[in-house]
């Protein structure tokens, strides 16, 4: 390669460094809003009952009771639906939207599907995305300088 000619700017470690970065982006801030497209029209709908005032709420699928206390997609803990006690689902005036797992038990279920997140819930994605960026700068700088200093090394040594 002659002296003059530039070389690409980005390594291929730096490309599937960002290539990541955008991947996890995409993972925490376009992720819910789709699962809650796909859940609204594909997940199995059922009757729900949420007590006033409660932070949980029950449902009856394939014959059994469970509670459960995530309401949308944006939270970030996975809790699972718990067995609940019969009965519990019976005066049910919401929909809930259930994804059965493998069993054919209960495996993801939400409330509100398309809900917004909270400023807490969108602040939180937010700074772990400002972290992962962070880190990518930083590893990014750290090859380029690494990339220069073994170039000139070379340099020096075909002078």
């Known amino acids: 390669?002659?002296?003059?000619?530039?070389?690409?700017?980005?390594s291929p470690f730096n490309v599937l460094l960002w290539?990541?970065?955008v991947l996890i982006g995409l993972y925490l801030l376009a992720w819910p809003p789709l699962e809650g497209l796909w859940a609204k029209n594909s997940w199995k709908q059922v009757p729900c009952y949420v007590p006033k005032?409660?932070?949980?709420?029950?449902?009856?699928f394939n014959s059994k009771t469970y509670g459960s206390q995530r309401v949308t997609l944006w939270t970030v803990i996975r809790a699972a639906p718990f067995p609940a006690t019969p009965g519990a689902a019976l005066m049910?005036?919401?929909?809930?939207?259930?994804?059965?797992?493998?069993?054919?038990?209960?495996?993801?279920?939400?409330l509100m599907p398309l809900a917004p997140p909270t400023q807490e819930q969108l602040m939180s994605r937010v700074a772990v995305l400002a972290m992962v960026l962070a880190?990518?700068?930083i590893m990014t700088w750290r090859v380029r300088k690494?990339?220069?200093a073994h170039?000139?090394?070379?340099a020096a040594q075909h002078s």
Do not use: W
């Not at 390669?1 to 980005?10: H, L, Q, V």
């Not at 049910?92 to 939400?110: E, S």
């Open 19 to 21: 290539g990541l970065f």
């Open 1 to 10: 390669m002659p002296p003059t000619a530039k070389k690409g700017r980005f």
């Open 92 to 110: 049910a005036h919401d929909t809930c939207y259930v994804r059965p797992n493998a069993r054919g038990d209960a495996g993801i279920v939400v």
């Open 53 to 60: 005032g409660s932070q949980q709420y029950f449902f009856e």
């Open 146 to 148: 690494m990339a220069k």
């Open 135 to 137: 880190a990518v700068v």
């Open 151 to 154: 170039t000139a090394a070379g």
